[in-house]
């Protein structure tokens, strides 16, 4: 029912900004949060922000807390995940992920129902 795209990924030095985008379409309002998640090969999938669709209300990870903002644009359907001081270990390939279910659980890989591609996201130091 939603399809997600990200971009803006890249490769950008340590203490550096970076802006992702994700694109939304299809059934878009039935969309109850979106979030980020990032991942490294063998390694978790990890969690970075979500913001509530509707409220606005938003999660961060406590690694990236204070240096990145999620937000979204309704009206684009689009969510943003702008990347501050950024450090080499933030180096991943990042993606954007869509749950319609209610929950109380943001933080968690298994509570979203879309994901996207991917992108890239590599900080040199």
């Known amino acids: 029912q939603v399809q997600l795209v990200e971009s803006g990924g890249g490769l950008v030095q340590a203490g550096g900004s970076l802006r992702l985008s994700c694109a939304a379409s299809g059934r878009t309002s039935s969309s109850y949060a979106?979030?980020?998640?990032?991942?490294?090969p063998g390694k978790e999938r990890e969690f970075v922000a979500a913001i509530r669709w509707s409220s606005g209300l938003t999660y961060y990870a406590d690694s990236v807390k204070g240096r990145v903002t999620i937000s979204r644009d309704?009206?684009?359907?689009?969510?943003y995940l702008l990347m501050n001081i950024l450090k080499p270990e933030d180096t991943a390939?990042?993606?954007c992920a869509a749950t319609i279910h209610y929950s109380l659980y943001l933080r968690s890989v298994n509570q979203y129902d879309y994901w996207g591609q991917g992108t890239q996201v590599t900080v040199s130091s």
Do not use: C
């Not at 979106?34 to 490294?40: A, E, H, L, T």
């Not at 309704?74 to 969510?79: E, G, I, L, P, R």
């Open 74 to 79: 309704k009206a684009k359907s689009t969510v």
């Open 93 to 95: 390939v990042y993606y």
């Open 34 to 40: 979106m979030g980020w998640f990032r991942q490294v």
